[in-house]
């Protein structure tokens, strides 16, 4: 069965810190993945997204995430947080042979001290 | 380009109640899926739809929830009757899936609360 570990529930950094959220999968096909970022009250919004190539991917707001096919990661980071960046972040895989479809980890939730 | 839009935004009702969530997708996306957000869990999906047929709808929980599509645009999710497991927040995405992009567009949600 397809499964998303985000092992870490809270994590607390201050302001201008580095960040890395970790995110692991089980899944039984070539998987796509993705982190959200969801602030409270709000939908989902798509940070990152991995298909295929390189394995170090850019995002938005300055985050960045690494594919590693051995280890079955898709750790999320950042070299230094702002306040706005407080907010809870998810991790999601999906496969065309799953019908696209996403399994998400149940999410970090990050606070930023100043 | 307009988002994905849902509505109501908030909806509290009793239990054994009916309700209804509506969703208009971004214009020209052929996926439609709803999700199921429980309280400190990651988005479920509920059912997925590919124009108005329905793709995945194994995690539904067909007794008491439906949902449709018709004309392969806005969809609309139905909870008949209501229990308070169902509080939760409803998501509604989709995408395009043109060339190699599975990115999926996500709607504000309605969150349900059942008392």
């Known amino acids: 069965a397809q499964s998303v570990t985000q092992p870490d529930i809270h994590i607390t950094v201050s302001e201008g810190a580095s960040l890395e959220l970790r995110c692991n999968y089980s899944?039984?096909?070539?998987?796509?993945l993705f982190w959200y970022v969801q602030s409270p009250g709000q939908g989902l919004q798509l940070l990152l997204k991995y298909f295929s190539g390189d394995t170090l991917v850019q995002g938005i707001k300055g985050f960045e995430a690494e594919f590693k096919r051995s280890q079955s990661s898709f750790n999320l980071r950042k070299p230094s947080v702002h306040w706005s960046d407080a907010a809870e972040y998810f991790c999601a895989v999906g496969a065309k042979e799953y019908g696209n479809k996403l399994v998400f980890g149940a999410g970090t939730i990050l606070r930023v001290k100043s | 380009e307009a988002g994905v839009a849902q509505s109501p935004r908030y909806k509290i009702i009793e239990k054994r109640q009916s309700v209804a969530f509506w969703c208009n997708p971004i214009s020209g996306h052929a996926t439609l899926y709803w999700y199921q957000q429980i309280l400190g869990q990651g988005p479920k999906l509920l059912i997925q739809f590919q124009n108005n047929g329905v793709v995945d709808d194994s995690q539904l929980p067909k007794d008491r929830f439906s949902a449709e599509r018709l004309k392969g645009v806005d969809s609309t999710l139905k909870i008949q009757p209501a229990k308070l497991e169902d509080s939760a927040v409803y998501l509604c995405?989709?995408?395009?899936?043109?060339?190699?992009?599975?990115?999926?567009?996500f709607g504000p949600g309605t969150r349900l609360t059942v008392t």
């Open positions: 899944y039984g096909a070539t998987p796509y």
């Open positions: 995405a989709s995408s395009s899936h043109q060339g190699a992009s599975y990115e999926q567009y």
